[in-house]
């Protein structure tokens, strides 16, 4: 099968992911009460069975799995505005359903979110082995931080560690994680031999013997090449930190803001430093932007929609999703008070970055950041026909070149039905989206770059170094430090 | 639906599960090399789908997987003979399959064995909690506090913590999660009602304020509550520590040994105490032997297939499963050295334990235990023809007081076919075996205990206490210690 690279021609062809998480009203809090949406449904295996079934049969790349260990509790100081509203609360554990899904499908992709805080590397490459294993090849990590204090208390620590320890300690867990997942065992270390009685050949699995600030691993990885040995690895950081970070390990960065033009410079940067201080091709980067889009036959249609769907979203809940992503408790302001003009310069610069791009306010209150991001959360709300909904899509790539889409959903499964009905089949009649999977039955990694055969991160990857090659002797292939 | 007991007349029905662990040729190590043998596909999904799909169609109550986190180093002092073997090595993750298994079936549960060692309680509850949800609580957790240096150097650990440490903590371990499954949310806390605009009644979740010797967890838990709230209890432990845990504890406690005699000691021994410490209901614990059945139409065709199995048996992969479970590196006796008269208790008195009860030897040497352990493991081979195979399992019942079975497997999945199609019609003219599950549907503790309703551990259980029940104001349930 050609690479779809090959075939693309001038535009390039988008990635598309549904973006969920196992929790109600993910990023449009308060949706659960609308007639027609079940995301609260979410603890039910048939639910997640018959969304990959949808999403596969539509062709969609994957499905982006959020997660958090801890409430949104920065808001009120308190819980009660997530648990009133149902504001991704309670979450239960993402990776857990994959198998389900997969078991349904063939050929759609799982991005699971997994922070390297709070669980040891070698069970954590367990788990990921296990369901690369039993996905035939088909899952994500998006590799987290984490960054809510609720999380870190109830997992033995007092508060998080500090913004740039997290990211040295995930420096150091990727490590950990590519020599489990490449050096401890060679690609044909397991044999099958029947006659010879070798099940796996003892010279062809060693230890790892990591000794780092964080962690001490001697190996051997207990799990066996699995079909992409490393997940397909997403990220999400844009600090100075989490950029270095994506730069060098991220296959896919994902991406929230509302404007094109915000994220641009992110993009620019991260894929320079890739570039210069990581010796990888730029465009191998694939840019995932978060976006919710409200179709309708009409632009009459789709704008009677989201006036619909505003009854129901939860302002206390978006509040409290505000508060867990940006540290700031906006109850401390009054209900009038323009936040544009407060002694606090985190606020004021994350409230004018939203107004520089929204058309309709001339005030910013809480209540206004609360209806700003009560629908789709941080990312933008596309509202229209197919054809400007497109349009929107294609600005997002043009300007801010972006590779493809994390779709959010305002009513679950109604809006990636919406997606699948109204808007991919304009998108394949602009070229913009293929009619088949690359590799039908392929891997994540496959299908994510559209070539047969890319089954692990590509040869200018840091990932690649690590790998044991079929054949390849013990000494000629060291385990990098 | 009735309670089995009432139905039971004067035999007890039996409680049968299947054994398995998600590696190849779990308690037989070798037997991958028989052409009929398809354990090594224990790393793809349908193995799993089809094992579940099958045993539930034969209406077994669960699927029990056994689980190790590291590899059996002792035999030798080298890992070299469970690669070369396939002992329990490599080994996936056994709670990632059960969700795929629980999409694909209705009633039958799942039993999976994981550490208390290695994590965090509030991690490990959002797991479980998760599983009982997408499997509508048919979950079970067999508690085990690991026995493997191995599995401990990789998890941060010089080596695993002194056995009657690990059971302090397990102690602590398992009052956290109760604490989480059960205290922190009321049955009723999540309302979803979509008039008031509240998806979670925030009265009705509160924090467990965990302060103890080895876990610090102040919650919530941040699943709310799942089918069962707390899975299935299954425990494995027989050592001094290990039955003061099981006593209060174990719902079902899993006894391996090959014979009647030894066990029976044992078993009385717990529910004395679980009745006398812990105000428990002997009889509502459940004790399940290891046994794995060869069967044939007549003796002569049972005992051609075991002498077949013996072909392909590895005493390699025996003794390093020996050496992982006994502490014991049989290297270092010679090859015609008689067990029982070395200078090691230890040795001489497990020996001496298997010789006692085993026809076929005047000399026990360190071939002679790895024929015995290599098919089977640590429990007994019952060989014969359905009538024979049942009137030993009859014998453990009336000799050892035992409730039910966990059967290995000798060929996977042949050996569980054969226990459909001979055993199980000649356990049901007998008496001993239900036709169908007492509740159809329903979660793993209900089908265990033979009770519809039954969702909760009983009454007189430990985990009762912790239950905030529907109605119950948050003051009127303290939070026991």
């Not at 801010?400 to 959903?409: C, Q």
């Not at 991919?424 to 009619?435: A, I, M, S, T, V």
């Amino acid at each position: 099968m050609a690479s779809q690279a090959a075939e693309a021609g001038p535009k390039k062809k988008l990635v598309l992911n549904a973006f969920v998480e196992m929790c109600s009203g993910h990023q449009s809090p308060g949706l659960w009460r609308h007639p027609e949406d079940k995301s609260w449904e979410f603890d039910k295996i048939e639910h997640w069975v018959e969304l990959a079934k949808l999403l596969e049969d539509a062709k969609f790349h994957g499905i982006f799995i959020a997660d958090v260990l801890g409430g949104y509790d920065v808001y009120k100081k308190s819980l009660e505005p997530a648990l009133v509203s149902g504001a991704q609360w309670p979450v239960t554990e993402p990776l857990a359903v994959v198998p389900a899904m997969a078991a349904a499908t063939k050929s759609i992709g799982f991005g699971v979110t997994i922070s390297t805080t709070y669980e040891q590397p070698y069970h954590l490459a367990r788990r990921l082995s296990t369901v690369d294993h039993l996905t035939n090849g088909r899952v994500g990590w998006n590799i987290v931080t984490s960054y809510l204090d609720s999380a870190a208390r109830n997992l033995g620590r007092e508060e998080q560690p500090a913004h740039d320890d997290r990211y040295a300690q995930a420096e150091e867990y990727l490590k950990v994680m590519y020599k489990l997942f490449n050096s401890s065992w060679r690609d044909d270390a397991v044999q099958l031999d029947r006659e010879r009685g070798v099940y796996t050949a003892p010279e062809l699995v060693r230890q790892i013997n990591h000794n780092g600030r964080f962690f001490r691993v001697p190996g051997p990885h207990i799990v066996h090449p699995s079909p992409q040995r490393t997940p397909l690895l997403l990220q999400a950081g844009t600090s100075r930190a989490g950029k270095q970070f994506a730069a060098q390990h991220a296959e896919a960065i994902f991406v929230s803001a509302h404007s094109p033009a915000v994220v641009a410079r992110n993009i620019a940067e991260v894929r320079q430093i890739a570039r210069d201080s990581f010796g990888r091709d730029p465009t191998s980067i694939k840019v995932l932007a978060l976006v919710t889009p409200i179709l309708g036959a009409t632009e009459e249609e789709a704008r009677a929609k989201l006036a619909d769907y505003r009854r129901y979203a939860s302002h206390e809940g978006a509040l409290a999703l505000f508060g867990g992503w940006t540290g700031i408790d906006l109850n401390q302001y009054g209900d009038d008070e323009e936040l544009r003009q407060v002694e606090s310069n985190a606020v004021r610069s994350t409230v004018e970055g939203y107004a520089r791009f929204s058309p309709h306010n001339s005030k910013w209150t809480k209540h206004t950041v609360a209806e700003h991001v009560s629908i789709g959360g941080n990312g933008p709300v596309i509202v229209g026909t197919p054809a400007q909904v497109a349009d929107g899509l294609e600005t997002w790539v043009r300007e801010a070149d972006v590779d493809g889409f994390n779709f959010a959903y305002a009513l679950f499964p109604q809006s990636f039905k919406d997606i699948i009905d109204l808007l991919l089949p304009e998108l394949r009649r602009r070229g913009l989206f293929w009619d088949d999977y690359a590799v039908p039955g392929g891997t994540y990694r496959e299908n994510f770059y559209g070539v047969a055969g890319q089954k692990y991160p590509p040869d200018n990857h840091v990932a690649a170094k690590y790998r044991w090659r079929a054949g390849v002797p013990a000494a000629e292939h060291q385990i990098p430090e």
